[in-house]
């Protein structure tokens, strides 16, 4: 299981930092991913890491948000800074997509969600 945290209120330009613990198995060697859903949209990946550490960010963020790994405590972390209106969604992590990341329908493994709210 994954278990997302770290979602809340923050003002615009303000900072947050999501966690994502995996549970029940080892994801050292899994590819993972953190989405967005905002109301009335579709889910979009936001930023991925393999198992490597490579990663991929979406346009909208890239420079703004930094997706990393803890192997060791089996954690995946969204530093997320600059914070905008529009970063205003439920977050997701994903782990294990069986084809191209960039769909959350490949995805084998979800948490549950945290709310990210930013004010303007």
């Known amino acids: 299981q994954l278990q997302a945290s770290g979602g809340g209120l923050v003002q615009a330009g303000g900072s947050l930092s999501l966690s994502c613990a995996a549970s029940?198995?080892?994801?050292?060697?899994?590819?993972m991913g953190w989405f967005r859903q905002a109301p009335g949209k579709e889910r979009e990946l936001v930023a991925f890491i393999s198992p490597s550490g490579s990663t991929y960010y979406a346009g909208s963020v890239k420079g703004r948000f930094t997706i990393s790994r803890d192997n060791a405590k089996n954690t995946l972390y969204l530093q997320m800074n600059s914070l905008k209106p529009e970063d205003t969604a439920v977050y997701y992590c994903?782990?294990?997509?069986?084809?191209?990341?960039?769909?959350?329908?490949?995805?084998?493994?979800w948490g549950q969600g945290t709310q990210v709210t930013v004010s303007s």
């Open positions: 029940g198995r080892t994801f050292t060697n899994y590819a």
């Open positions: 994903a782990a294990d997509p069986t084809s191209t990341y960039y769909y959350p329908r490949n995805y084998n493994y």
